[in-house]
């Protein structure tokens, strides 16, 4: 949540600056701002709302600069407002923060400094920091540097920051501790994001600031050091991301984009990792684990969101495939439970951007506890894959769109393959068996692409539901995450009030909202619980309820009774949560535009999560 860019080098810094917030809006779009330092001025401009408020705001005024950083916000402390919005100054106006994270103990840090005479100007945890740099800066009659080192032992919480000094224009200081910070590595400059979008059109080279490391840098200078002084060597890594992935590529908004780009991403996840001709699956990230996942006592998936819902895919497959039993949970709940982990325990966290605050605090506890942990990430280099023993990467491509979908059928395709590969080692699945469902799944991306035709009809129906209040969302078996994705992806876009639940609970609950204005989604697919869904499809009838399927191609029961039917191709039960999720991504994509809802980026929402 909130994205940095900071800038030192011989280009302007403006136009890099705004283009990189642009990238970054994903990350919060509360309100934004950028400093600039021009002949010893320090020039900030900031805006609540989003990037483009800021870019109309500072039209015409002195943009000059080759320093420079800015932030686009998602609120935590203080509302969004122009005097909430970063960057903050210190008291004597020549110190100036961006920060990405929480200060926690700011609120006794800011007593302390109101005792000895600092003002603030706004309500944000943030500003505290620059005043607690500037106080010790002043008392200590050090450098920047290790003010900055200093102040930053005395916080806790979680932080990514970069502090800029009027009287110092030839330096940026930028440090991170549980927030992303990616250094941009060119000739003669340097460039500072929260990730590394903001970047790629100027350098591929980059450094992933580690946690508890601040880095000083001047133009053709650059220093790492830890927080306890230990100067570290850099580690330069060349970036795979490619500009045209950043782009929108003729489609209206990302969230299309990415839903149309699912073969293509689902056939990258699979590249390299099944060999259907010998029935075999391999995952090198995680092959080194190969004994002891022959002998774990269970699995824990950990998540947030729809990763979540891909890890209760995930437990379906698992306990099918390799009868390992499979618990799925919250990381937000698990985090503050005491639960019990051994060390014959293994721990899966997914996590599209590899950042969630709450994810990353269930990992550290379950590792503090002795488990095992493996990754399901698909941004590169993120916190996440550095926290975990092992993992396996989506490589879904770079996900803008604030709701999730390619990275959601990219994390279930990796459940898939680990499921399989667990069978496989474990010897619960034969080879014969696992030549069919791998020659299934090699040809999964083709009939996605065949379920995309579904577009204009499921458009259709979408005019006619765009004014509903509430949607309900069914289905049963790995359906049933199925239905809980749809009704997030409807509500967090659309703002129609959406539920997900397992067929069969209908009746003890939700059954009395049903009416003759209720929507029900239901995922009727031809697989093992056909039956049953149909059963609960007539129970909606008997209530008048309007039911909306999602069949199998060719099906002519359901359409006996349902009102709308969308069909997708047919596929064995264990791959049904990839097709069948697709015309639920379009049902909600459509509904949001015909409302006239901003898709890419939903009200109060930012992709990364990285505050609890
Ligand atoms: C919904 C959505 C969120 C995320 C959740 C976890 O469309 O995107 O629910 O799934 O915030 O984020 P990651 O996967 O980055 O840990």
């Given at each position: 949540?909130?994205?940095?860019?900071?800038?030192?080098?011989?280009?302007?810094?403006?136009?890099?600056?705004?283009?990189?917030?642009?990238?970054?809006?994903?990350?919060?779009?509360?309100?934004?701002?950028?400093?600039?330092?021009?002949?010893?001025?320090?020039?900030?401009?900031?805006?609540?709302?989003?990037?483009?408020?800021?870019?109309?705001?500072?039209?015409?005024?002195?943009?000059?600069?080759?320093?420079?950083?800015?932030?686009?916000?998602?609120?935590?402390?203080?509302?969004?407002?122009?005097?909430?919005?970063?960057?903050?100054?210190?008291?004597?106006?020549?110190?100036?923060?961006?920060?990405?994270g929480?200060?926690?103990?700011?609120?006794?840090?800011?007593?302390?400094?109101?005792?000895?005479?600092?003002?603030?100007?706004?309500?944000?945890?943030?500003?505290?920091?620059?005043?607690?740099?500037?106080?010790?800066?002043?008392?200590?009659?050090?450098?920047?540097?290790?003010?900055?080192?200093?102040?930053?032992k005395?916080?806790?919480?979680?932080?990514?920051?970069?502090?800029?000094?009027?009287?110092?224009?030839?330096?940026?200081?930028?440090?991170?501790?549980?927030?992303?910070?990616?250094?941009?590595?060119?000739?003669?400059?340097?460039f500072?994001?929260?990730?590394?979008?903001?970047?790629?059109?100027?350098?591929?080279?980059?450094?992933?600031?580690?946690?508890?490391?601040?880095?000083?840098?001047?133009?053709?200078?650059?220093?790492?050091?830890?927080?306890?002084?230990?100067?570290?060597?850099p580690?330069?890594?060349?970036?795979?991301?490619?500009?045209?992935?950043?782009?929108?590529?003729?489609?209206?908004?990302?969230?299309?984009?990415?839903?149309?780009?699912?073969?293509?991403?689902?056939?990258?996840?699979?590249?390299?990792?099944?060999?259907?001709?010998?029935?075999?699956v391999?995952?090198?990230?995680?092959?080194?684990?190969?004994d002891?996942?022959?002998?774990?006592?269970?699995?824990?998936?950990?998540?947030?969101?729809?990763?979540?819902?891909?890890?209760?895919?995930?437990?379906?497959?698992?306990?099918?495939y390799?009868?390992?039993?499979?618990?799925?949970?919250?990381?937000?709940?698990?985090r503050?439970?005491?639960?019990?982990?051994?060390?014959?325990?293994?721990?899966?966290?997914?996590s599209?951007?590899?950042?969630?605050?709450?994810?990353?605090?269930?990992?550290?506890?379950?590792?503090?506890?002795?488990?095992?942990?493996?990754?399901?990430?698909?941004?590169?280099?993120?916190?996440?894959?550095?926290?975990?023993?092992?993992?396996?990467?989506?490589?879904?491509?770079?996900?803008?769109?604030?709701?999730?979908?390619?990275?959601?059928?990219?994390?279930?395709?990796?459940?898939?393959?680990?499921?399989?590969?667990?069978?496989?080692?474990?010897?619960t699945?034969?080879?014969s068996?696992?030549?069919?469902?791998?020659?299934?799944?090699d040809?999964?991306?083709?009939?996605v692409?065949?379920?995309?035709?579904?577009?204009?009809?499921?458009?259709?129906?979408?005019?006619?539901?765009?004014?509903?209040?509430?949607?309900?969302?069914?289905?049963?078996?790995?359906?049933?995450?199925?239905?809980?994705?749809?009704?997030?992806?409807?509500?967090?876009?659309?703002?129609?009030?959406?539920?997900?639940?397992?067929?069969a609970?209908?009746?003890?609950?939700?059954?009395?909202?049903?009416?003759?204005?209720?929507?029900?989604?239901?995922?009727?697919?031809?697989?093992?619980?056909?039956?049953?869904?149909?059963?609960?499809?007539?129970?909606?009838?008997?209530?008048?309820?309007?039911?909306?399927?999602?069949?199998?191609?060719?099906?002519?029961?359901?359409?006996?009774?349902?009102?709308?039917?969308?069909?997708?191709p047919?596929?064995?039960?264990?791959?049904l949560p990839?097709?069948?999720?697709?015309?639920?991504q379009?049902?909600s994509?459509?509904?949001?535009?015909?409302?006239?809802c901003?898709?890419?980026?939903?009200?109060?929402?930012?992709?990364?999560?990285?505050?609890?």
């Amino acid at each position: 949540m909130c994205g940095i860019v900071g800038y030192i080098g011989f280009r302007e810094a403006w136009p890099i600056v705004i283009k990189g917030l642009k990238r970054l809006e994903y990350r919060g779009y509360d309100s934004a701002g950028i400093a600039l330092i021009d002949n010893n001025d320090l020039n900030i401009y900031k805006k609540a709302g989003k990037v483009k408020e800021l870019e109309d705001f500072a039209e015409g005024q002195n943009l000059t600069g080759t320093i420079g950083m800015g932030h686009t916000r998602w609120a935590t402390h203080g509302a969004p407002s122009d005097r909430n919005s970063h960057p903050h100054t210190s008291n004597n106006g020549r110190l100036s923060i961006i920060h990405n994270g929480i200060i926690e103990n700011y609120a006794i840090l800011k007593d302390e400094l109101e005792q000895r005479g600092h003002t603030f100007n706004s309500d944000t945890d943030t500003e505290v920091l620059i005043h607690l740099i500037e106080e010790i800066y002043k008392n200590e009659k050090t450098d920047l540097l290790e003010a900055v080192r200093l102040a930053l032992k005395e916080v806790s919480g979680a932080y990514a920051i970069v502090v800029m000094d009027q009287d110092n224009p030839d330096e940026l200081i930028a440090a991170r501790k549980g927030s992303p910070m990616v250094i941009g590595v060119g000739q003669g400059e340097y460039f500072i994001a929260s990730d590394a979008t903001p970047i790629i059109e100027y350098t591929k080279n980059v450094i992933y600031l580690n946690d508890n490391e601040i880095a000083f840098l001047k133009r053709d200078e650059l220093l790492i050091k830890r927080l306890d002084n230990v100067v570290q060597t850099p580690y330069v890594q060349e970036l795979e991301l490619k500009l045209e992935m950043l782009e929108k590529g003729g489609y209206d908004h990302f969230m299309l984009k990415e839903i149309y780009e699912q073969p293509r991403s689902i056939r990258d996840c699979l590249r390299g990792r099944i060999y259907p001709e010998e029935g075999k699956v391999q995952l090198s990230g995680i092959k080194e684990f190969v004994d002891k996942l022959k002998n774990i006592d269970r699995i824990i998936i950990v998540a947030c969101g729809t990763s979540w819902h891909a890890g209760l895919v995930g437990e379906y497959l698992i306990e099918e495939y390799s009868r390992i039993p499979v618990e799925v949970e919250y990381a937000s709940e698990f985090r503050y439970r005491n639960p019990i982990i051994t060390e014959k325990d293994v721990v899966i966290a997914i996590s599209q951007s590899g950042e969630t605050a709450d994810t990353m605090a269930a990992i550290e506890m379950a590792k503090e506890k002795g488990a095992t942990i493996f990754g399901i990430c698909n941004v590169v280099g993120a916190s996440i894959p550095r926290l975990t023993h092992a993992g396996v990467y989506t490589h879904a491509g770079p996900e803008i769109g604030v709701a999730s979908t390619k990275a959601f059928t990219a994390q279930v395709t990796v459940l898939t393959l680990i499921a399989f590969y667990l069978a496989q080692q474990k010897g619960t699945i034969t080879n014969s068996k696992l030549i069919e469902l791998l020659t299934e799944l090699d040809n999964i991306p083709d009939k996605v692409q065949i379920a995309l035709q579904s577009n204009d009809l499921i458009k259709s129906i979408g005019e006619k539901f765009k004014d509903s209040r509430n949607c309900l969302f069914l289905g049963r078996g790995s359906g049933f995450p199925v239905a809980l994705e749809g009704a997030l992806k409807l509500k967090e876009i659309s703002y129609i009030h959406a539920e997900g639940y397992p067929a069969a609970e209908m009746k003890h609950g939700p059954i009395a909202l049903i009416d003759e204005e209720m929507p029900v989604v239901v995922i009727a697919t031809k697989n093992s619980s056909y039956e049953k869904v149909i059963s609960n499809i007539q129970e909606v009838k008997a209530r008048k309820g309007i039911v909306i399927a999602i069949v199998t191609e060719g099906d002519t029961e359901v359409k006996k009774m349902a009102d709308y039917c969308i069909e997708i191709p047919d596929a064995a039960e264990a791959f049904l949560p990839l097709l069948a999720t697709i015309p639920l991504q379009l049902l909600s994509y459509h509904i949001a535009v015909l409302r006239g809802c901003n898709v890419d980026q939903p009200r109060n929402l930012a992709k990364s999560v990285t505050v609890e």
